[in-house]
């Protein structure tokens, strides 16, 4: 069982992996790599969700979902704190991955806590 739950949290970090280079390689992808603002912020946050996911695909810890589930809030909440957000493109591609982000955290920490809902 214990295997089981430690596949079920690996492929929660492989889906932040995925989600971590779609959004460093989404400025090129959806084409706003002019735009310094939004396209540094997808290529740092993108390498920070993607080391992280490495790192917790090795030992997981807790604390880096929490961490991710930081980063994926600041990249709902980055359109406007940055003011990009009224290129609708590039702010629906941060908010939407930044939700997939903090679901796939919560998850990971929901997994963490409630180890019984498994059994």
């Known amino acids: 069982m214990a295997s089981k739950l430690m596949e079920e949290r690996k492929s929660k970090d492989w889906v932040t992996l995925v989600l971590a280079i779609c959004l ?7 084409g706003f ?8 912020n997808a290529w740092i946050v993108g390498v920070l969700l993607g080391a992280l996911a490495l790192a917790t695909l ?3 810890a ?13 990249l709902i909440v980055s359109p406007w704190l940055l003011h990009f957000a009224a290129d ?9 991955l930044g939700v997939l982000v903090v679901a796939a955290s919560a998850w990971a920490v929901w997994d963490v806590r409630h180890p019984h809902a498994h059994a």
């Open 58 to 60: 090795s030992v997981f």
């Open 33 to 40: 790599t002019a735009a310094m603002m939004p396209a540094w």
């Open 24 to 30: 460093f390689i989404s400025p090129w992808v959806i």
């Open 62 to 74: 807790e604390w880096e979902e929490w961490v991710n589930m930081v980063l994926g809030l600041w």
């Open 88 to 96: 609708r493109n590039v702010m629906i591609t941060h908010v939407v």
